[in-house]
């Protein structure tokens, strides 16, 4: 049992900033990955960013030069800073956790958040 809490979505004019924020808890042994993808309306749900246990961090090439993505391995957290947003930006973002279960290989899972609302506009 795996829970994801995010938090930080909402209305934003463009060329404004937000920070959201997702942590996980319950029974994960092990956290690999952590990051975010997006929904717009009407579109596929795609990736914006991502960080690994080694930190290295994989970005969207829409948001690579505005977005930045961090975790605390501690606290099972990761963050992302999102700046000169723009209304391209407005969707629904979904924390996304990879990680085991337990010292199985095979508990290896997918963790989805419920999303937050991001709406870019004046």
């Known amino acids: 049992q795996v829970q994801l809490v995010e938090s930080g979505g909402g209305l934003v004019q463009p060329g404004g900033s937000l920070r959201l924020s997702c942590a996980a808890s319950?029974?994960?042994?092990?956290?690999?990955?952590m990051g975010w993808y997006r929904q717009a309306p009407g579109k596929q749900r795609e990736l914006v960013a991502t960080?690994?246990?080694?930190?290295?961090?994989n970005f969207a090439e829409s948001v690579k030069d505005r977005f930045t993505i961090s975790r605390n391995n501690a606290e099972n957290t990761v963050t992302l800073q999102m700046n000169s947003l723009k209304p391209e930006d407005t969707a629904v973002y979904y924390c996304n956790v990879v990680g085991y279960r337990s010292q199985l290989p095979s508990s290896r899972e997918d963790y989805w958040g419920k999303g937050t609302l991001v709406t870019v506009s004046s």
């Open positions: 319950g029974s994960i042994f092990r956290i690999i990955a």
């Open positions: 960080i690994n246990s080694g930190g290295g961090r």
